[in-house]
């Protein structure tokens, strides 16, 4: 999310700029506290995304690799590489790499509880110092109501360590609380904008609680607080996003090969400190409140079943309405997905699927996974 924030506020930066002078995956894989030892998987998935919105045509056709290594039974690796080409009716291709993601996860059993360490990092592989057009495209792209693979391409290195303790309060009920610590290196995404952008960074709390109901239901709740530091521009303060709340609950049913999933979640943004340009006086710079960052209400449900030995199959059914920003207006999307897997010789899965969006914004996308395990 914050990948996408960042374009997007160094989009309304690079607006305001010009007005002065005339204006979520892929998740990290989950350790195991079991005896039985993870496979290794490697995976490849293209995807193919189109969207319409209030009179824009949007694309982009990317390309992900991954691999996720079990290290010791508790321990994970993973790495993660993307390319990938977005395009727009009357604008410049943006084509290039994104940057390398690595993480690891350990978890470790305690005499009360367990305990989970996790690390990711961002590598500064990917396209930076966009053209003028370039950056135009970019920043269409990487809204977040349009839900492309690839938002801003390269965005420099950023280290995010995160540690997690779970206890369990009774036999089926375990709860648990956390934090979080973003560091974000400077980097200069265009050439259109003078000096190094370096975003804040970010400390995250998070506490939930997961209950089980007999052998095939659970439900869990969580509750994260995010605070973001200053973004700055060669170093002058230009932008503060505050704060994030976030909340989920989620209900799971599952028995053999066949579960069902649904998860509501809100994440609320408060309006943004923006550096206004032109105004103030020496050292004292003049900064507007605007909503940059549209809050979101999600609804998920999805179902998984498998059909035969060879094959399973997921249908999923999200719902999602975005609050009113500086560049858009309260939108409503429901979006249904289909995407069936094949289990072939070898170990080697093949999920083809497709995936429309109807309502303020119309969305289609269609990928190819293929994955093989060890």
Avoid at 76 to 86: D, E, I, K, L, T
């Amino acid at each position: 999310m914050r990948s996408i924030l960042s374009t997007a506020l160094l989009a309304l930066l690079t607006a305001l700029a010009v007005g002065a002078g005339s204006l979520d995956a892929q998740a990290q894989p989950a350790p195991s506290l079991t005896s039985q030892e993870p496979p290794i998987r490697v995976a490849v998935e293209p995807v193919y995304q189109s969207v319409s919105h209030d009179g824009r045509d949007l694309s982009q056709v990317s390309t992900q690799l991954m691999a996720s290594v079990p290290i010791r039974r508790s321990l994970q690796a993973y790495v993660r590489a993307s390319m990938a080409q977005s395009d727009g009716a009357g604008l410049e291709p943006v084509r290039g790499l994104d940057d390398v993601r690595l993480g690891a996860t350990y978890a470790r059993a305690l005499p009360l509880g367990s305990l989970v360490m996790a690390v990711d990092a961002s590598l500064p592989t990917g396209k930076r110092n966009l053209s003028a057009t370039e950056w135009r495209t970019a920043i269409l792209t990487s809204q977040n109501i349009y839900d492309f693979r690839i938002g801003g391409f390269g965005q420099g290195f950023n280290a995010e360590p995160r540690l997690t303790w779970a206890v369990p309060v009774q036999e089926n009920v375990m709860v648990g609380v956390g934090v979080g610590y973003t560091y974000r290196g400077a980097y200069e995404p265009a050439e259109t904008l003078t000096g190094a952008y370096d975003p804040g960074n970010e400390i995250e709390v998070f506490g939930g609680a997961d209950v089980r109901f007999g052998q095939s239901h659970a439900v869990s709740t969580d509750l994260a607080f995010t605070r973001f530091g200053s973004d700055t521009v060669d170093g002058a303060r230009r932008y503060e996003a505050r704060y994030k709340v976030s909340g989920t609950v989620q209900y799971l049913f599952q028995r053999d090969f066949t579960s069902v999933r649904v998860i509501g979640r809100l994440q609320h943004w408060p309006e943004s400190r923006v550096f206004v340009p032109g105004l103030g006086i020496g050292a004292n710079p003049v900064f507007e409140d605007r909503q940059v960052v549209p809050s979101e209400w999600f609804l998920r449900t999805s179902a998984t079943t498998r059909l035969a030995d060879w094959m399973d199959v997921r249908l999923t059914i999200d719902g999602q309405r975005y609050q009113q920003t500086v560049v858009q207006s309260n939108l409503m999307v429901a979006t249904l997905r289909v995407a069936p897997t094949f289990h072939l010789p070898r170990d080697v899965y093949v999920t083809p699927g497709v995936g429309y969006s109807a309502g303020d914004v119309q969305r289609l996308e269609t990928r190819l996974r293929t994955e093989v395990r060890f």
